[in-house]
């Protein structure tokens, strides 16, 4: 019998950047539809001016997004 292991979900918030998310995730959009996540691995918006939110495209480099 081989047990599996569970894997922590973890959120790291980048300076100046997206919030990246490693591991398993329930995303949904504000009506509580559930939005494709078919990585295991996603970086999300923070700027709120990307072109494919919830996720980073990077354009928070080019408006000049700061934060903590």
Do not use: Q, W
């Amino acid at each position: 019998m081989t047990e599996r292991k569970s894997e922590t979900t973890r959120i790291t918030a980048y300076p100046d950047g997206p919030l990246i998310v490693r591991g398993e995730i329930d995303l949904r959009d504000d009506a509580g539809n559930p939005i494709p996540c078919t990585r295991r691995t996603v970086a999300l918006c923070r700027c709120g001016v990307s072109a494919i939110k919830p996720f980073c495209d990077g354009t928070h480099k080019l408006v000049g997004f700061t934060a903590d």
